[in-house]
């Protein structure tokens, strides 16, 4: 049998790694883990108890409390916070506003990283696992490791449609570039391209192209390692 393909997706805000991530792990038969959503989910519930998200300290005390459960399916990936789905609270502008503080603080993010790691392990046939740290720190040992960009403009717009104008695009460019900063600059494995990772610049392409590159890179890594 062959062994399981691990697959570290990573990179800025809407470059597309969501997207992207679900349909490989869909075409190739493999699990997928949504590392942002879990991050989002623990700032979720810190937002729910009243827990001052800029006081790290704070967040630090409470970061093992909630029991987070993230489903691994690219069909419909699912996530809960102490028995409740917060599949579509975590994308609230309020948590989108307060996730970069809550993942710059080493004991969330070494809890984060522990179940990442689990996930990886127990995925029978390998998994796409997305996020910010996962080809430098979570998975370094992955089998194929991505890194998507996107112009700022596009990435905007991109979300702008997504949110229907209820953003201006100023506004959702200025947040977007705000948060990478926030990601690229904390101290604990920030946002970052791995040496061995490739680059795949979406500006220019569709989700199908990026989808079929993907797989393409995947299995060439994958026929490498066999
Ligand atoms: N190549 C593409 N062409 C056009 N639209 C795309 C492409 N890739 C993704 N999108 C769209 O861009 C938006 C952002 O994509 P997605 O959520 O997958 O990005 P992301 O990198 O996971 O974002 P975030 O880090 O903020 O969670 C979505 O509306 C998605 O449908
Ligand atoms: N590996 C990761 C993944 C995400 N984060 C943080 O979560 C935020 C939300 O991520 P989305 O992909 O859902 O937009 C992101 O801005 C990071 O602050 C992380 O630190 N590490």
Redesign the pocket.
């Known amino acids: 049998m062959d062994n399981p393909v691990i697959v570290a997706i990573d990179?800025?805000?809407?470059?597309?790694?969501?997207?992207?991530?679900?349909a490989v792990a869909a075409k190739l038969g493999l699990s997928y883990l949504?590392t942002?959503a879990q991050y989002r989910a623990i700032t979720w519930w810190m937002l729910a108890n009243g827990i001052d998200v800029d006081d790290p300290a704070a967040v630090a005390d409470c970061a093992g409390k909630p029991s987070i459960v993230s489903g691994t399916d690219p069909l419909d990936p699912q996530i809960s916070v102490d028995g409740v789905d917060v599949t579509t609270p975590i994308r609230s502008q309020q948590v989108?506003a307060a996730v970069s503080a809550v993942s710059a603080v080493p004991q969330v993010r070494a809890r984060m990283v522990e179940t990442q790691r689990a996930a990886a392990a127990t995925a029978a046939a390998g998994i796409v696992v997305?996020g910010?740290d996962i080809g430098t720190t979570v998975l370094p040992d992955a089998t194929a490791k991505i890194f998507?960009t996107?112009s700022a403009e596009?990435?905007a717009a991109?979300?702008s449609?997504?949110l229907k104008g209820a953003v201006s695009l100023a506004a959702t460019q200025e947040a977007?570039i705000r948060?990478d900063a926030a990601d690229s600059g904390r101290k604990t494995s920030p946002l970052a391209k791995a040496d061995d990772a490739i680059e795949v610049d979406?500006?220019e392409?569709?989700?199908?192209?990026?989808v079929d590159r993907v797989v393409a890179l995947v299995e060439e890594r994958r026929a490498t390692v066999r």
Do not use: I
């Not at 990179?11 to 679900?22: D, Y």
């Not at 392409?205 to 990026?210: I, S």
């Open positions: 990179g800025p805000s809407g470059t597309g790694k969501s997207s992207t991530s679900k949504d942002g989108t997305e910010r998507l996107a596009v990435r991109r979300r449609t997504e977007l948060r979406t500006s392409l569709t989700l199908d192209q990026v």
